[in-house]
């Protein structure tokens, strides 16, 4: 954790320089009225990725872009939209890499194959250790 | 001249390592006792740590006496800092933190060489040896690459001060516990390496080494610990895990750790899992190492992104093939031929901890996957993303078996046991399940992992309780209480979290002076913004008062500060903490029309997190000395009973001829 | 165990070092590609963001002649230094105009007067919007879009002098 702890530094201390002065979106820091919305949102937005972070949600970020991007998704809830076409959009646009939420395609099989293989290797050390002693 | 002396004493110690290495691995060879090359190994170990320590000492020296003339002062210290600072400097950068390492190791290895007797002789031998070799690695890392001691051709006229963040006590000595943690984990490693070598994978090689697991692990615990509550008070959104790349780099030791701790007990009480402890013991290590390398090569997208060098990074990596590589392939070539241990029933503890085992590799492969994986895809140029989406689904495969069967295989006898002798306990702890899952999924709206967590920390803080049941609670040996505690550390810390995940409230307001938010049960005024100074920054403060459903009202004082060298600016937050939660405030920017932006939080029992955490660690000191002290008992007795049979024989006549 | 299995973790770690290995030796990509180079503009309408420039609107770029879109603003250090680069991009007969992302009025007119100004139009974009819709992810970019309003290539960063060839090459092939 000594390296977490001294570079949290890049995460916490925006440098000044290179900042914008215009006040954050309509909805970067405000909720929306509805809770059940806000709920909707606010899952949305802990799986959506900052681009001009290095490792955070949008939901976690002081960045002007993330504050954007949750004011797109606040708006876009409000309007009707559903969490799954908002991602789409995203991704339309960015690649899987704008979201954390696991989705099965050419790029992340393997993660979901690996934990499959787990299962079966783990099973097997079981009954072999166990099930077949005594 | 100080920094000199230091450079000297970490040029010879790199030398008794190379000397150990060598002569243990003489010894080692010999069938029979009584080669003299044997006899310089412990000593060796013994000066190379006290050199390495004269080492350490010489670089604080020159850190506290603000060396100008040293590049590692220059860059990383300022004569206007105060003295804790000035120290703590010494090891807040990469070249300091690895000389602590290396300090670190070669006390350890210098500890053993001194104290290790149970062993046979040519298994310590070929532990020391391989104690000799890796740290060679690690000297040769410093000396080569990273030395601390560098001068500068011209001393500087002042320091460049050290990044204010760190100018924090709890970051100032924290990373002393995963360091300690590590070398734990690099000396069960040696002991693995050494066991394998000599083929003596014997209950006693696990008696050796499980202090050293104990100790490394209860450190591990207590840096992920402080780590996680300090980015949760640091970072102000609230969150105290992001399954980031670094975060993931201790916690993976950790995961390996639990496993071979467990294991050895095993192995120390009877003589099973033989090869399992010997695979857990190279694994503890290499993940240590992995999560070095990882965090320090700059090769993955991380917050934490340490000082990049692609330089760094590759030294490691070849410290870390040859090393991990060479005990694995010792592993593939030896293995096999390491005798099977005692045989269990399925029911048995022997089966329950084996079950333990199993799922924590598991996790262990899962975290470790969900970390590589973005970098694989980038080695095809393909970018995505694994962050706390997968991990907590995918990891929750394996960790909800494990904590089930945690809660009952502390009830199981050695060896063989059937289920239905503990079968009015299994039913009131399944019958503890259903109630809470029902219970809880009709009092709230709680997502499924949640849901999981708390009914399962009800379950296992009973059942870590219940190995109590029955006994005269004074009588209950220590290493017990350890468990018992351990265990119900895990119940704790798992409700705090789950208890956050489900039932957190969040706030997020533009208050004008005067006006009013509410969060929970909670009632929130903001009186004032003003400016505040401190030594090197200024910040707008909040002034806050907040009252728990009516109550005494609190004053809470989030700020945003500026720094001004380095210019950064970071938000402080403001806690509130009660017995049930804590209310998490933090002042944004000014919105429109004189109104301030205020977030707000509202966390039932997120301290059990880190109270959990420290509970655990408390529950591995407990069984640290209760083990400790039976190991001392012991050898005073076997000394006495040698005495005294020395006493005897001489007081017979000599045998007639 | 079955001896075969023994050498599993080797094999895996040794998988591991063979992948560190290469990672190591790549140079690190910071940059986030648009996923959408290759499809139309997305429709947008943006407000002046200077005063002596007309905005900017997806309709423009019907008009069949090929544009550079250059995403930029004035608190962006980069976009400062590649002004000399627009510059002669603009001089080669390129046609370039600007999104100025999250910027007030004054703080672009001041930009431009001091770096100058390659644009035939700037639209404001005040919430990031387009800067969504188009997949960019930071400033400064340029886009090539064609003559029929189609994105063709995207540039990441500030553009170099080793750059400004490519760039024009870029244009050419949109055109034809």
């Known amino acids: 954790m000594r390296a977490s702890l001294a570079l949290i530094a890049a995460l916490l201390a925006t440098p000044l320089a290179g900042q914008d002065s215009m006040p954050p979106a309509p909805y970067a820091y405000r909720q929306l009225e509805d809770p059940a919305q806000e709920a909707k949102a606010r899952e949305l937005m802990e799986t959506l990725r900052c681009l001009k972070c290095q490792s955070q949600s949008i939901a976690d970020s002081d960045a002007p872009m993330a504050g954007d991007m949750r004011s797109q998704v606040r708006i876009r809830i409000a309007a009707g939209e559903e969490p799954d076409q908002i991602r789409r959009w995203l991704r339309e646009r960015y690649g899987d890499y704008v979201s954390y939420k696991p989705e099965v395609s050419a790029a992340t099989w393997p993660l979901f194959a690996i934990p499959l293989l787990l299962m079966l290797v783990a099973a097997a050390i079981l009954w072999r250790r166990i099930g077949t002693r005594r | ?657 | 165990m079955n001896r075969w299995r023994l050498w599993v973790p080797l094999l895996l770690f040794l998988g591991f070092v063979g992948l560190a290995g290469v990672m190591l030796a790549k140079p690190k990509s910071e940059f986030v590609e648009s996923r959408m180079v290759g499809q139309e503009l997305p429709y947008f309408a943006l407000r002046p963001a200077a005063p002596d420039r007309p905005g900017l609107a997806s309709a423009d770029y019907k008009e069949g002649q090929p544009r550079l879109l250059n995403i930029f603003a004035s608190w962006c250090l980069p976009c400062a230094a590649e002004a000399e680069q627009l510059r002669r991009l603009a001089e080669q007969g390129a046609v370039i105009d600007g999104i100025a992302i999250r910027d007030k009025p004054a703080d672009v007119a001041a930009f431009l007067a001091r770096y100058g100004n390659p644009y035939r139009a700037i639209g404001a974009d005040d919430l990031s919007e387009v800067q969504l819709a188009l997949g960019s992810s930071g400033v400064p970019e340029t886009f090539v879009i064609d003559g029929r309003g189609r994105i063709t290539y995207q540039h990441i960063g500030d553009i170099r002098a080793e750059h400004v060839p490519i760039l024009l090459e870029k244009l050419e092939e949109a055109g034809a």
């Open chain 2, 1 to 657: 001249m100080i920094a000199e002396l230091g450079l000297a004493a970490l040029w010879l110690a790199a030398a008794l390592a190379a000397l150990q290495l060598v002569c243990g691995a003489l010894a080692a060879r010999t069938e029979g006792e009584g080669s003299e090359v044997a006899l310089i190994t412990r000593p060796a170990a013994v000066l190379q740590g006290a050199l390495a320590a004269f080492s350490f000492a010489m670089l604080i020296w020159v850190f506290a006496i603000t060396d100008l003339s040293v590049k590692l002062v220059a860059t990383n210290s300022h004569a206007m800092k105060p003295m804790v600072f000035k120290i703590a400097g010494a090891w807040g950068n990469h070249e300091g933190s690895m000389l602590l390492w290396v300090t670190v190791m070669a006390l350890a290895g210098g500890l053993i060489g001194f104290a290790e007797r149970r062993l046979p002789e040519r298994t310590m031998q070929a532990t020391l040896a391989a104690q000799g070799f890796v740290a060679l690695g690690f000297y040769a890392f410093l000396l080569l690459s990273s030395n601390p001691f560098e001068r500068l051709p011209i001393p500087a006229l002042e320091g460049m001060g050290l990044n204010p963040l760190l100018q924090d006590l709890g970051l100032a000595f924290n990373p002393h516990t995963l360091y300690f943690g590590y070398v734990g984990l690099w000396v069960a490693f040696s002991f693995a390496v050494g066991a394998l070598i000599t083929r003596q994978v014997t209950p006693d090689f696990a008696r050796a080494m499980r202090p050293w697991v104990l100790g490394a692990w209860v450190f591990l615990t207590l840096g992920i610990t402080a780590g996680s509550y300090w980015a949760y008070y640091e970072l102000g959104w609230g969150g105290w895990w992001f399954w980031d790349p670094v975060e993931n780099a201790s916690l993976m030791p950790w995961l390996a750790a639990t496993a071979l701790l467990h294991s050895a007990g095993v192995l120390a009480a009877r003589d099973a899992l033989r090869a399992w402890t010997i695979m857990l013991g190279v694994v503890a290590f290499s993940m240590s190492m992995v999560g070095t390398f990882l965090v320090r090569s700059g090769i993955l997208t991380s917050v934490h992104a340490f000082a990049v060098d692609p330089e760094r990074g590759s030294f490691i990596l070849i410290l870390l093939a040859i090393y991990i590589g060479g005990a694995l392939l010792l592993f593939a070539l030896r293995a096999g031929t390491v005798a099977e241990g005692e045989r269990f029933a399925p029911a048995s503890r022997e089966g329950a901890l084996v079950f333990n085992n199993v799922m924590l590799s598991a996790i262990l492969a899962i975290v470790l996957l969900g970390t590589l994986y973005p970098l694989l895809t980038e080695a095809f140029d393909v970018r995505v993303s694994v962050g706390p989406p997968y991990f907590n689904p995918v990891g929750a495969i394996f960790v909800v078996p494990m904590l089930l069967v945690m809660a009952v295989g502390p009830l199981l006898r050695w060896r063989h046991d059937s289920l239905s002798r503990i079968g009015r306990e299994i039913a009131l702890l399944a019958a503890l399940v259903l109630a809470s899952l029902m219970l809880i999924s009709i009092v709230g709206e709680v997502a499924l992992l949640p849901l999981l967590g708390l009914a399962l920390a009800g379950v296992v803080a009973v059942g870590s309780v219940l190995p109590l049941r029955g006994r005269t609670l004074r009588r209950v040996p220590l290493v017990t209480w350890g468990m018992v505690i351990a265990h119900l550390g895990i119940a704790v810390a798992l409700f705090g979290m789950a208890s956050d995940s489900a039932f957190t409230r969040e706030r997020l307001a533009a208050l004008a002076p005067g006006q009013a938010a509410e969060v929970g049960p909670w009632r929130v005024v903001l009186n004032d913004v003003a400016p505040v100074a401190g030594a090197n920054w200024t910040a707008l403060q909040a002034d806050l008062q907040a009252s728990y459903q009516g109550g005494k009202s609190i004053s809470l004082r989030p700020e945003t500060r500026t720094f001004w060298a380095p210019s950064q600016a970071t938000t402080e937050s403001a806690l509130a903490t009660r017995w049930n939660g804590q209310l998490y405030a933090v002042i944004g920017e000014e919105a429109d029309q004189g109104r301030w932006q205020i977030r707000l939080w509202w966390k039932p029992f997120v301290t059990m997190i880190w109270f959990g955490g420290m509970l655990i660690a408390f529950g591995g000191v407990l069984a640290l000395i209760g083990r400790l002290s039976t190991d001392l008992k012991r050898r005073t007795v076997t000394r006495r009973a040698a005495a005294r049979r020395a006493e005897t024989r001489a007081l017979l006549p000599e045998p007639a001829e």
